[in-house]
């Protein structure tokens, strides 16, 4: 038997104006790693665009490429209701790889519109929780480290996150594709409020009775704690900084507490990841009893 | 003033037969990421040949390159000494750069014996510890994980690591330079046992009257703990797995007890390094109390 044909790619000048405008707006979220005019975000893979579609994030499309449709029965459940109103566009595989971020992309991707939330609701307690747990991304450069924080930080129960504006302490975006898949979805799951100044959060939670405690990487003259001997039934506001600089000073000594997790003498330190791990799964912890 | 002349590059016919045969050996460990003939590995960057020189392991020779020259004030203490029995050699910049494996190299480097230990020393309990803690990986197939485990597992008062032997559930070499770069250095102060098989290992362990531990990614259908149900006071060897796959079935059935952390339902698993991490931490938390 021969081989079955290549299907003919699609040449771009034969699409309809609305299906270039679509492919533009997913190259942008994708490849382009910003977030399109209106202000949705891309997500790529058959397990992440499962994460946007169970969130309660609005879909604005999905697309599938033509190997992409393999995964298309898994996500049926999810996109063949008669309430959503989203277009689900398809396109070819050559197509499909120039918007892509991933370099083997698996064919199916949606654009997401991220919730926004008010500090009401980050610093709400939510069913099931004792008291708000948020993590504070201050100076988190690195897209796949905010990523695997919030994943983290979810995991162990964090009600909420909030990354820091830009600036001196700015934080990647927790939207970017490369965020987003370190997430595991986690980024469209958890209340965040991105790109907020730390001045006025700080300001916030203490109006709000929320404890502000600092990670610290070294030990700080100032006493710090070991994370075992804080009380995390509170509601807490955990701040993360930079992967090499830390927290700013200014920032460490204005928060309530500051905590260092102690170590052996001869390993510096963790990597900020796994800082982060070992900090929420104390909460977890201790929340666990309650 | 005319710019300084660029320093001339030595062509390597113009090295002795001897400086040439150490360059290959320091070629062959740092971009060939393979030991020597002898069995030494490759460090590289000041901080890594520090600890290098810091550790018990032999030191074949250390290595400057023009520029490097600027970190030999931080190492002399250690090089200096009239006991150190090595070679302090010299290349040009452009010849490190041919033998090193970073982008940007530091112009420093060492070749080192990792030293070899048995397994009545892998499990003796050394002072300052309450009972052996022996980090076990058992198909971690990243190098940077391998060497994130080790650096977290030292951190928290870790005595010891096997890494299993090749084939089904083999690990990366802990002394490759990723690994090496990864673990900051721990991988040459802890004791390891590198490239064992995982039935001779549990025998032993057996004999010796050290709890096996498996962490299991997913929550078994046999009965696993939280991490903060388990003793960590006593001799315990924690396994930990591959990066997808976890370890196999039959090594967590023929474990002691098996250990899962518990997280909220919508995040599938923390990744390897941050696992390890926490359940690292835990037996810290607890032997701190001791």
Request: hydrophobic residues 45%.
């Amino acid at each position: 038997m021969p081989p079955a044909p290549k299907s003919a790619a699609v040449s771009p000048d034969l699409l309809t104006s609305r299906e270039n405008r679509w492919l533009k707006q997913f190259r942008m979220a994708l490849r382009g790693g910003l977030p399109t005019e209106d202000g949705s975000v891309g997500v790529e893979g058959a397990r992440l665009v499962e994460e946007a579609l169970r969130s309660t994030c609005r879909i604005e499309a999905v697309l599938f490429s033509e190997s992409g449709e393999r995964h298309r029965e898994r996500l049926a459940p999810l996109i063949g209701r008669p309430d959503t109103g989203f277009p689900v566009l398809r396109t070819t595989d050559r197509l499909f790889e120039g918007i892509a971020d991933t370099e083997h992309p698996q064919g199916v991707a949606a654009l997401v519109q991220p919730r926004k939330f008010s500090l009401d609701e980050l610093f709400a307690t939510p069913p099931g929780s004792c008291a708000p747990l948020i993590v504070v991304l201050a100076g988190v450069q690195d897209p796949g480290n905010v990523g695997t924080i919030l994943r983290t930080a979810a995991a162990f129960g964090a009600t909420a996150a909030v990354t820091s504006a830009t600036g001196q302490s700015g934080t990647a975006s927790p939207y970017s594709p490369k965020s987003l898949r370190a997430s595991a979805g986690a980024a469209l799951h958890l209340p965040i409020v991105a790109g907020l100044s730390l001045a006025i959060l700080l300001t916030q939670l203490k109006l709000n009775g929320i404890h502000c405690l600092a990670s610290c990487v070294h030990e700080e003259a100032a006493a710090s704690f070991s994370p075992w001997q804080v009380d995390w039934c509170q509601p807490i506001a955990l701040l993360v900084g930079n992967e090499g600089a830390g927290l700013p000073e200014d920032i460490v000594h204005s928060a309530d507490a500051r905590i260092h997790i102690p170590m052996a003498t001869y390993v510096e330190s963790l990597n900020a990841a796994a800082a982060a791990a070992v900090l929420f799964y104390e909460a977890f912890r201790q929340r666990q009893k309650h």
